[in-house]
């Protein structure tokens, strides 16, 4: 019997994938789907292997040069996509990733010691008390674009300009065989060329300690670490890098909001707000899916891949595999020793995972200390209507009594505990990553 595979872009589908991805998962969790003439991958196990096999490429640059029609800006975008080291394999990924992640590694913690409760303090101290807010528009919208700014040595008053282009050449990723969505795309893309280009010949200059100057000296360690790179990498981590700290902030709380056991059990532990928000990203991964394209022919488990096909590994089905994780659907902050999917395996593990976990958990835990009694004013949650990245379209909260600034210096005083544990625990995982997938 024919398995039916849903249609992706059925508003009722993108609502809830979940219900759609637990049938793959027990009745074909690996099979060819006729509509999107595409192998789809859904059991943990399956995706865990895959993530990771050298005979799938993240090498994509000739698939869109074969979708799209011949246009200026469209082939500058593509050309760019092939310095990205998310979409680079082989002999050039294998010498740059390594010391790439060294190098955002050892800016993230630089980061996140000096800044990152200072900016959440300062978005959080800025609201309203008693007030009604969208969450996701004045909380979880403004910290990830502070933090990436700060992080690549970038004025917060290009913070707005930077947001607006990187958000076509986001969504170039939802949709990139649409043309007037790659056109788009590709002027934001340019704008940021640009923008990039002017900057790095500013760095080039001066000796700062930010991730544009620190990519820029590595330099001299890898010769074939090219400017290109160098931008290319930067607009990737803005573009994908905010919409998915964004998502994971806003689903974080949307979960906690909506089980009111496991808020007032994490009110009860603080401590496990870093629990908490792996089990958010297990429950509610802010990229869905990975695709890959079939380098050689291989037999995957009595499946015939041929060269050229498209494998879409579905991580966001994965990570709710009731053979790997009891209860599945359930959302338990503290749950055994999650091993999700939603930063990817293998080689491109996510490079921004740590800064979005920090960012995540620091806005949690102090959003939770200075407004207790936040609670939400509409009783489920909406997405937004994406294939790939899953993000609240809003999430309207009434925050509640407001604790003094008083009070606040002193969680703050406190809450480098917090900070340091997690740029601790941080480093340890980001340093296993590395040295697992290189």
Known sequence: MTFHYPDWSDPNVLADPYTHYDKILHQNPFGFD?????????SYEDCFQL???PRLTVERGPLYRASLPQHPEIDRLISSLEHWLVFVDGPKHERLRAPIMRTIASQT????????EIETAAI??????????DLVRDVAYKLPIHMICRLLGLPLTDAEFLL????????????????STAINAAEGFAALEDYFSAVISDKAQLEEDDLLSGLLALREELPDLTVADIIGNAIFLLAAGHETATSLISSTFGLLLTNPDELALLKAQPSLVTSAVEEALRLEPPVQRNGRLVREDFLWKGHQL???????????????????????HRFMINRDKPRHLAFSNGPHYCAGAHLGRMEAAAMIEMTLRLFPNIAMR?????YLP???FRCLSRLPVRLGNHRTLQTQTESLAQGDTLVNSLVDKGQRHETSCVSQNT
């Open 109 to 116: 913690q630089r980061l996140a010691k000096a800044q990152i």
């Open 306 to 328: 041929r060269r050229g096909q498209w494998v879409m590994i579905l991580m966001a089905a994965a990570n709710r595999d009731p053979a790997i994780f009891p209860d599945p």
């Open 51 to 53: 993530l990771k096999d």
């Open 34 to 42: 006729e509509r999107t003439k595409s192998w789809l991958v859904a």
């Open 164 to 179: 607006k282009e990187s958000k076509k050449v986001a969504y170039f990723f939802e949709r990139s065989a649409d043309i």
């Open 124 to 133: 959080l101290d800025n609201l309203p008390g008693h007030g009604d807010i």
């Open 378 to 382: 509409e009783p489920t949650l909406a």
């Open 386 to 388: 994406n294939q790939t």
